[in-house]
């Protein structure tokens, strides 16, 4: 069974930075895709940023050169660094992995204010 248990959420202010984490359990997921969703209500899920086993990154527009996303295989974690946070950052994020099916982390809430 594959469990993904994330941290690093929080409320913060305008233009400062969260440090998202994403460890996995369950098995070695070095050659597998993984990466961010955010979900604000009202609003359609959004691919954040995803990052291949090779280290291959994609960003969505909205956060493209103010997110960072990175993996440690030997610890089977995904991290997501946020700089420059912005008020329309705020919602609850899904950390996932892509194997066989989508599988999900419990989500954590990032608020960020004026």
């Known amino acids: 069974q594959v469990q993904l248990v994330e941290s690093g959420g929080g409320l913060v202010q305008a233009g400062g930075s969260l440090r998202l984490s994403c460890a996995a359990s369950?098995?070695?997921?070095?050659?597998?895709?993984m990466g961010w969703y955010r979900q604000t209500p009202g609003k359609q899920r959004e691919l954040v940023a995803s990052i291949t086993g090779g280290n291959y990154a994609n960003y969505a527009g909205s956060v493209k050169g103010r997110f960072t996303i990175s993996r440690d295989n030997a610890k089977n974690t995904v991290y997501l660094q946020m700089n420059s946070l912005k008020p329309e950052d705020t919602g609850v994020y899904y950390c996932y992995v892509l194997g066989n099916t989508i599988a999900w982390g419990q989500g954590t809430q990032v608020t960020v204010s004026l």
């Open positions: 369950g098995s070695s997921f070095s050659l597998n895709v």
